[in-house]
């Protein structure tokens, strides 16, 4: 019973470099959300997909591209990373609006 | 989409019940108003869910006015593990923001 997993769970990248991070979900959910945490902060949606083919921007999408590959799996893509982009990164999905986040990826970009 | 306000901080002692408000005032027809614990270095946990009047579950109680602009979280008997992070959210899916949150501290 995984829930939401995401990988990695720790990236390093310097300025300049492009990165995916994955998401999947078991749950046979809809709707799928990625999500930055800076220090200290609430969280922030950055793209969401409220079902497999679908994507929407949410409130920081600049810099930042998904893929809905398939029901299971929201990827997020950064093609070309800067110091700004240092955060947490959380993957979720949810059914009939209760959300279930997967542990986070924490990012620094050197 | 509709703004939340709630308090910043709240602290508390071990054994009470704290109770949480949230202030949502332009909240639409569809709405939902659910809450979420966040502990450092983990992912935000969905505790609980409501429309209107009262929600009650294991973890928590939701109480909701007839106007459906506030609503508060209900933690019975708070322990130190509820020191955490609760966020309020309101809408009906989609495009779904979080406010700061309330930090909640419980001492011994």
């Known amino acids: 019973n995984a829930g939401v997993t995401q990988t990695p769970k720790f990236q390093v990248l310097k300025t300049g470099q492009s990165m995916t991070l994955q998401c999947a979900q078991d749950?046979?959910?809809?709707?799928m959300y990625w999500y930055r945490q800076d220090p200290g902060m609430g969280l922030r949606l950055i793209y969401y997909?409220?079902?497999?083919?679908?994507?929407d921007k949410g409130e920081v999408p600049n810099g930042y591209n998904v893929s809905r590959l398939n029901k299971r799996e929201f990827s997020l893509r950064l093609e070309s990373a800067a110091p700004s982009q240092t955060s947490v990164y959380f993957c979720?999905?949810?059914?009939?609006?209760?959300?279930?986040f997967g542990s986070g990826t924490r990012l620094t970009v050197v | 989409l509709a703004k939340t306000t709630q308090p910043i901080s709240m602290d508390s002692y071990e054994g009470q019940e704290v109770n949480i408000t949230c202030s949502h005032n332009?909240?639409?027809?569809?709405?939902?108003i659910t809450w979420y614990q966040q502990f450092p270095s983990q992912g935000p946990r969905f505790i609980i869910q409501?429309?209107?009047t009262k929600v009650t579950n294991e973890v928590a109680s939701l109480f909701i006015p007839a106007d459906r602009k506030s609503s508060t979280l209900s933690l019975p008997r708070v322990s130190l593990s509820d020191t955490a992070v609760y966020y309020c959210?309101?809408?009906?899916?989609?495009?779904?923001?979080f406010g700061a949150g309330t930090r909640l501290t419980v001492k011994p």
């Open positions: 979720a999905s949810s059914e009939l609006f209760g959300y279930t």
């Open positions: 749950m046979n959910h809809n709707s």
């Open positions: 997909s409220a079902s497999e083919g679908t994507t």
């Open positions: 332009n909240i639409a027809t569809n709405d939902y």
């Open positions: 409501g429309y209107k």
């Open positions: 959210l309101v809408g009906d899916g989609g495009d779904m923001r």
